[in-house]
């Protein structure tokens, strides 16, 4: 199995943040539970799984990530407790280790990507039509419980979202009218002043019984394309519906999915004592995106590789150099070689 990176720019930064985060080769979540039984751990342990899961995959379709909290136990290294909850004394925080090669090894395995951890924040250029049908920016004051709430819903993934000042530059160069109207002129000028932030415009209308009009398009050099438009029974499902669109277009963005190409042998050169080749060879065994380790060959100064790894040919160049600082030299007919030590 390999992967293939759906944004080639994001590479990097996904494995330098990953690598951040396996500390001791664990992933590491809390949970809240009630006591200390059984029962209750091994339903802290599904809820630290899974709010990993949502973190890393972005899925929002539980029913996906259910082959993978069925291997809580097998995935789990070990349970610590933190001490009483600061909301409730009655309940304790307890922090959860997962073995950071298998639960990767599993996201893989269930046909699901990883997303880096460090991900952009949209900006959405929110505008309203209330009943009386007046059009006004979104107030982070007047309108701070639906800002909290889409804003919570996002946190589940790791994810936020930013607004726009709004201050007299916004309001000159891009009325609310303007916003509403969708005209693609004002548009790109309120524009300008943000980039190279991801932004989306959000038609938000009141209808009556509650309803909610909900319209986002997309803004991208000079382009204004429709994303989604439907009416939702209420405020809570026009947001359930904002937010999922969101996730998708991160998740879709930045993804990390798997194909099946083969990595050629991986060749260092540069090694000056027994000491590097250990370092070399803990080093890969103990990356997520390794899965085994093959000494082909060490000869003078020179060591070969045979590595399997859920990582493209792309994706392990990265990943070798980030990990052990190596220099890329060339690809030639005896393998993909690097200096070790430059």
Same mark, same amino acid.
């Given at each position: 199995m390999r992967i293939s990176l759906v &944004?080639?720019?994001?590479?990097?930064?996904? %494995?330098?943040?990953? &690598? !951040?985060? /396996?500390? +001791? +080769?664990?992933?590491?979540?809390?949970? =809240?539970?009630?006591? /200390?039984?059984?029962?209750?751990?091994? &339903?802290?342990?599904?809820?630290?799984?899974?709010?990993?899961l949502k973190a890393m995959t972005l899925e929002t379709e539980q029913a996906k990530l259910a082959p993978i909290?069925?291997?809580?136990? #097998?995935?789990?290294?070990?349970?610590?407790?933190l001490g009483a909850s600061q &909301?409730? #004394? #009655? !309940?304790?925080?307890v922090s959860y280790d997962f073995d950071a090669q298998a639960l990767?090894?599993?996201?893989?395995? $269930?046909?699901?990507?990883?997303?880096?951890? =460090? !991900?952009?924040?949209p900006l959405l250029w929110w505008v309203v039509r209330d009943l009386k049908g007046d059009i006004r920016y979104l107030d982070v004051n007047q309108d701070a419980a639906v800002v909290e709430r889409v804003?919570?819903?996002?946190?589940?993934?790791?994810?936020?979202?930013?607004?726009?000042?709004?201050?007299?530059t916004d309001t000159l160069t891009v009325s609310s009218?303007?916003?509403? /109207?969708? @005209?693609?002129? $004002?548009?790109? !000028?309120?524009?300008l002043r943000y980039q190279p932030?991801? /932004?989306?415009?959000?038609?938000? $209308?009141?209808? #009556?019984?509650?309803?909610?009009?909900?319209?986002?398009?997309s803004l991208d050099e000079g382009r204004v394309d429709s994303l989604l438009e439907a009416i939702y029974t209420d405020q809570e499902a026009a947001f359930a519906a904002l937010v999922e669109l969101l996730i998708q277009r991160i998740r879709s963005e930045l993804a990390v999915v798997a194909d099946d190409s083969d990595l050629p042998d991986i060749v260092i050169d540069g090694l000056t004592n027994f000491q590097d080749y250990r370092q070399i060879v803990r080093t890969l065994e103990a990356n997520v995106f390794v899965e085994s380790v093959r000494v082909i060959r060490l000869e003078g100064q020179s060591l070969t590789l045979g590595i399997?790894?859920?990582?493209?040919?792309? @994706? %392990?160049? @990265?990943?070798?150099?980030d990990a052990l600082n190596l220099e890329y030299l060339e690809i030639n007919e005896l393998g993909m070689r690097f200096g070790f030590g430059q």
């Open positions: &944004a080639l720019m994001t590479i990097g930064l996904l %494995f330098s943040t990953i &690598a !951040r985060s /396996q500390e +001791g +080769g664990v992933f590491t979540a809390t949970a =809240e539970i009630e006591n /200390q039984s059984a029962n209750e751990l091994d &339903a802290g342990a599904d809820e630290a799984l899974l709010s990993l909290l069925d291997q809580t136990k #097998s995935l789990l290294k070990q349970a610590i407790f &909301a409730s #004394s #009655s !309940r304790q925080v990767t090894q599993a996201i893989f395995s $269930a046909g699901l990507g990883l997303v880096p951890v =460090e !991900r952009p924040r804003k919570s819903l996002l946190n589940e993934y790791r994810l936020n979202f930013d607004i726009p000042l709004y201050d007299l009218e303007a916003l509403w /109207q969708s @005209q693609p002129v $004002a548009l790109a !000028r309120g524009m932030q991801t /932004q989306r415009l959000v038609k938000w $209308a009141e209808l #009556s019984d509650n309803r909610i009009l909900l319209n986002v398009l399997e790894s859920p990582a493209s040919r792309d @994706q %392990f160049k @990265q990943i070798l150099q």
